[in-house]
């Protein structure tokens, strides 16, 4: 018998072809949210067992193919990711349209589909109910926060520049280890928003790991972003999220 050996064309495709194949090893799935039914993104890592899950909140642009390689990421590291459709099938081609999808998002309508994401998730026989967490960028950052404050039993969320909850009755219904990742230049969510946020957080007693990057504006994490993406801060703050979601869910 002949010895298969790759030859460098063939192993120059299957180095461009196996990641796309892994990007896009994704289920649609549907569960119900309320009277209406919500959509998502199902990733699943190859190992058996009952898994940590991690419900992953899109940006004002939609699902995206940034948001899906986010959710693949967290499938590779051994989670059951579910990357939350929020707009149901719309994704954004421009700030403008982005911004229409947004407004056009009730917030309870938002937040209802991820406390029913959340939900969904436990009931799965591959998923550890005792360890879900979330993570969300820019309006999902926001999301991630208000799912906090929505369903106790979230262990840990990851908040990277999103809208911070102010009300100390809401503060005080967050159980989850918190961490976020902000800009110093952010015009949004100014760094006295981020220290406000974390002494009412310290007030009530509860944990949480904020970091302000000075140079860096909105939406910094996503290469996406021609004008504000900062690399070194960006793999800094998915490094940080990755460990952080790693300490809290892994047993």
């Known amino acids: ?3 298969k050996v790759l030859t460098p064309a063939l192993f120059l495709l299957l180095s461009l072809v196996l990641p796309c194949i892994a990007l896009h090893a994704q289920s649609p799935v549907t569960f119900p949210s309320g009277d ?3 959509h998502g993104f199902l990733y699943l890592p190859s190992s058996s067992g009952a898994h940590p899950a991690v419900v992953v909140i899109q940006e004002w642009w939609g699902v995206n193919d940034w948001v899906k390689e986010q959710a693949q990421h967290f499938a590779n590291e051994g989670y059951v990711a579910l990357a939350v459709d929020l707009y149901r099938g719309k994704v954004a081609t421009d ?3 982005a911004h229409e999808l947004m407004r056009g998002l009730p917030q309870d309508r938002g937040v ?3 406390t029913s994401a959340v939900a969904w998730l436990e009931h799965r026989p591959d998923v550890d109910p ?5 993570i969300g960028w820019c309006m999902g950052g926001g999301y991630a926060a208000q799912l906090a404050v929505a369903d106790s039993n979230l262990k840990a969320v990851v908040i990277n520049y999103g809208s911070l909850p102010t009300d100390k009755t809401a503060l005080g219904q967050i159980h989850a280890a918190v961490l976020g990742n902000f800009g110093g230049l952010d015009r949004g969510i100014t760094p006295d928003d981020v220290h406000a946020f974390q002494a009412s957080m310290q007030s009530l007693g509860k944990s949480t790991d904020l970091k302000i990057y000075p140079e860096a504006g909105h939406a910094f994490e996503n290469p ?3 004008t504000g993406y900062r690399a070194a801060d960006a793999d800094d703050a998915q490094h940080r999220s990755h460990q952080f979601l790693a300490s809290q869910l892994h047993p």
């Not at 005792?130 to 979330?134: D, T």
């Open 130 to 134: 005792h360890r879900i967490g979330a």
């Open 1 to 3: 018998m002949k010895n």
């Open 112 to 114: 209802r589909d991820l």
């Open 36 to 38: 209406d039914t919500a």
């Open 95 to 97: 700030a403008d349209m």
């Open 224 to 226: 996406g972003n021609a």
